[in-house]
């Protein structure tokens, strides 16, 4: 019962670097996103997948890559880190790529901060 | 656009009170779906419930209740008899199609509830 699995769970990085947090799901759910967390913003789509291959951007895009190779991962990756990137992150998955009531499965954070 | 507004930021309240969350939200969609999650202390997102737009039969489950009034375009959260254990980040979130036909899944920015023993 894994779930949703997000590495690393804290990561500290200087400004300019770059870096993916890594995201994977074992329940075959064909939509996969990144939302970031901020104080007073709640949560907000970065990017998101409904399928292998197939990919768009959310409300908050600009830094950010993301690629869908397989089902089961989802990277999200820092080109080049700023300190308006500090955030904590999360990954969730569903199995519908239509508006549905399946609740989203979160994984369980990564706190990122650069410097 | 898709948009869900929690007005409330912060709300503390002494244990045992009730306490009411609310939630307004828009969309242009006809079919909709409405959630509720809870971020305890710890971090994690944890659902509560989900409604469809279609059916706004109230429901309660326990101590907690939902009460969606599609008129007003609002999904409000009560918790009955609140507990220490009930303090925690609450979001409301709203799956409708964005406009590549796909899903789309709105987050309010939270109301912090703290329940002071």
């Known amino acids: 019962n894994a779930g949703v699995t997000q590495t690393p769970k804290f990561q500290v990085l200087k400004t300019g670097q770059s870096m993916t947090l890594q995201c994977a799901q074992d329940?075959?759910?064909?939509?996969m996103s990144w939302y970031r967390q901020d104080p007073g913003m709640g949560l907000r789509l970065i990017h998101y997948s409904v399928g292998a291959g197939i990919t768009d951007q959310g409300e908050v895009p600009n830094g950010y890559n993301v690629s869908r190779s397989t089902t089961e991962d989802f990277p999200l990756r820092l080109l080049s880190a700023a300190p308006s990137q500090t955030s904590v992150y999360f990954c969730?998955?569903?199995?519908?790529?239509?508006?549905?009531?399946?609740?989203?499965?979160f994984g369980s954070g990564t706190q990122l901060s650069v410097l | 656009a898709q948009k869900v507004t929690q007005a409330q930021t912060e709300i503390s309240v002494v244990e045992k009170e009730d306490v009411t969350l609310d939630c307004v939200y828009e969309?242009?969609?006809?079919?909709?779906?409405l959630f509720w999650y809870k971020q305890p202390p710890s971090g994690e997102l944890v659902f509560l419930i989900r409604r469809n737009s279609f059916d706004e039969q109230n429901e309660i489950s326990g101590r907690y209740s939902w009460n969606f009034q599609k008129s007003t375009s609002s999904f409000n959260f009560t918790i009955t008899a609140s507990q220490v254990v009930d303090s925690a980040v609450y979001f409301c979130a709203l799956s409708d199609l964005n406009s590549g036909g796909y899903q789309k899944v709105t987050f309010g920015i939270g109301t912090k509830l703290q329940v002071i023993p």
């Open positions: 969309t242009r969609d006809t079919t909709y779906y």
């Open positions: 329940m075959n759910h064909e939509y």
């Open positions: 969730a998955s569903s199995p519908a790529r239509l508006a549905t009531n399946e609740k989203l499965f």
